[in-house]
């Protein structure tokens, strides 16, 4: 029996975690999904964007589900705490293709991973007295530099990929990214079999667009990878099919690319496929290895058919037909 917290959020959060535990709960494994509250409608009921309880159960769960949350002017960020306070500084993005989408490159198959913790979402930000400055401190540290660029190195051998390109700008910012391009040639010492480059990051912009089949595994710092990762996903087809996994040594925390969308919430036409690939990552995290890869199949298999799609992907179906017509294709599996 896993435990696991579910964060619906708002916007279409509750939405797209509806249609993920649909396809979760088809599956011959046993969950016990304990429903945590965070984001916009939790300030306004609770007074905080995420409670203490939340990052509690998160603490006593084997993995999280987060959907998404409204941003709030001025309130701590929701995910940002989860993140911290699980530690799970490597966030885990992949780019792939699928057959039946209308996209710019086709085959493209890679992962971004950028540092979770720190960086310029370190949230140490102020003002003068006189409010006509505001300053935001970008904090780079070895350990989180290790940790992520190690961790990535790892995933790479994992999954087989021959190369690990380092993003980064030191050449303005000689201290931080300097200290993060430093560690990234140190750590891959470690690792002679694989190849390593590193690109500036307005370069790499670039190349993510001219070249992108060229990439297996690119790490960088924390806004770095956020931008990065958003203009990624427009290649294969946008962030209804984005997912990503937060991890750490002890913690997993999944969740879409995409924010809430209020301006489509509550008309159930949402588009699910990125938070049932997140819930996929999450049973990789698991070591239920089998049934991750079968609900990426059946994803394939439902996209690459066009039967049932969302306004999104050019149909009329509602998020919960998509989810299950995903679950109809795992039972032809």
Do not use: W
Not at 64 to 81: D, M, R, W, Y
């Amino acid at each position: 029996m896993y435990k696991i917290t579910t964060i619906g959020g708002d916007g279409i959060g509750p939405e797209v975690m509806e249609g993920a535990l649909t396809v979760l709960e088809s599956l011959d494994i046993n969950f016990d999904f304990i429903e945590a509250e965070a984001g916009k409608k939790c300030l306004e009921k609770n007074g905080k964007t995420i409670p203490e309880e939340t990052i509690k159960s998160a603490k006593k769960s084997d993995a999280t589900l987060f959907g998404a949350i409204t941003t709030v002017s001025n309130e701590k960020s929701p995910i940002i705490a989860l993140r911290k306070n699980l530690d799970v500084y490597g966030n885990l993005r992949p780019v792939k293709s699928f057959e039946g989408i209308s996209c710019l490159y086709p085959n493209l198959d890679f992962y971004i991973v950028r540092e979770n913790t720190e960086g310029l979402y370190s949230e140490i930000e102020y003002c003068s007295e006189d409010e006509r400055t505001a300053v935001s401190h970008r904090v780079i540290t070895k350990k989180s530099s290790e940790k992520i660029i190690d961790f990535t190195f790892k995933q790479a051998i994992e999954n087989k990929r021959e190369k690990v390109t380092c993003v980064h700008k030191a050449n303005v910012l000689k201290k931080t990214d300097g200290l993060f391009k430093e560690i990234f040639y140190k750590v891959a010492k470690k690792y002679p079999n694989i190849k390593t480059e590193d690109y500036y990051v307005d370069a790499m912009a670039m190349y993510l667009v001219q070249r992108p089949e060229d990439f297996d595994y690119i790490v960088t710092t924390n806004l770095f990878g956020d931008i990065l990762s958003d203009e990624a996903a427009g290649l294969v087809g946008g962030l209804g099919l984005a997912p990503s996994g937060n991890i750490g040594d002890k913690y997993g925390l999944f969740e879409p690319v995409h924010g809430s969308a209020p301006d489509i919430a509550g008309r159930n036409i949402s588009n699910p496929i990125a938070m049932i690939l997140s819930s996929g990552m999450m049973l990789d995290f698991l070591n239920e290895k089998y049934y991750a890869n079968q609900i990426r199949i059946a994803i394939e298999n439902v996209l690459k058919k066009r039967k049932i799609a969302t306004p999104d992907l050019g149909g009329t179906n509602k998020t919960i037909e998509l989810a299950n017509a995903v679950v109809d294709e795992l039972k032809k599996l």
